[in-house]
T-cell receptor, first 114, second 110 residues
């Protein structure tokens, strides 16, 4: 039972490079989320999706794009990486419904931008 | 600006001691969740509280939701090294999103 799987687990980029982080869930969840976690700042929402083909901005969306072409996958893209985007990125998913539904998280992608 | 403020930021105690972590806000939430995160892993849900004044127990962990649904606390009795981790509170308001606190890092020394 995989749950939420994130790839890659680690990545080092140079400033200006682009990359895509992949999140896959096998729980048939409708809602999916991308967060970044920085020391002392908790989890901040980047973008989220409430269904296939739909995406919305979260708290810190600048510099990121997302796509949800299939229900089970949620992609996070960095078009031109900047050192300020060095962080740990977490994907989460949950069932539709009220916000008291639990979010299920992947184990994160550790991204360093040099 | 964090909607949810957690205190303390760090807590280090000896095995067998008790501890309390606080989560406060000026906003009302319809539900409050507590997650625990271990190094190298994602957060895992511990509990959800939805009613003002609600108290839930999970073995040695006791969770309370404030009467006004603006604050919550997590109390651990007789802490063990396995309780070590980052504790995050998160508030929801019947929409798609959660607002997370910055977390409390708990270290229990053997």
């Amino acid at each position: 039972n995989a749950g939420v799987t994130q790839t890659p687990k680690f990545r080092v980029l140079k400033t200006g490079q682009s990359m895509t982080l992949l999140c896959a869930q096998d729980m048939n969840h409708e809602y999916m989320y991308w967060y970044r976690q920085d020391p002392g700042m908790g989890l901040r929402l980047i973008h989220y999706s409430v269904g296939e083909g739909t995406t919305a901005k979260g708290e810190v969306p600048d510099g990121y794009n997302v796509s949800r072409l299939k229900k089970q996958n949620f992609l996070l893209g960095l078009e031109s990486a900047a050192p300020s985007q060095t962080s740990v990125y977490f994907c989460a998913s949950r069932l539709r419904g009220m916000s008291n539904q639990p979010q299920h998280f992947g184990d994160g992608t550790r991204l360093s931008i040099l | 600006t964090q909607l949810l403020e957690q205190s303390p930021q760090f807590l280090s105690i000896q095995e067998g001691e008790n501890l309390t972590v606080y989560c406060n806000s000026s906003s009302v939430f319809s539900s409050l969740q507590w997650y625990r995160q271990e190094p190298g892993e994602g957060p895992v849900l511990l509990v959800t509280v939805v009613t003002g004044g609600e108290v839930k127990k999970l073995k040695r962990l006791t969770f309370q939701f404030g009467d006004a649904r603006k604050d919550s606390s997590l109390h651990i009795t007789a802490a063990q090294p396995g309780d070590t981790g980052l504790y995050l509170c998160a508030g929801g308001n019947n929409d798609y999103k959660l607002s997370f606190g910055a977390g409390t890092t708990v270290t229990v020394r053997a």
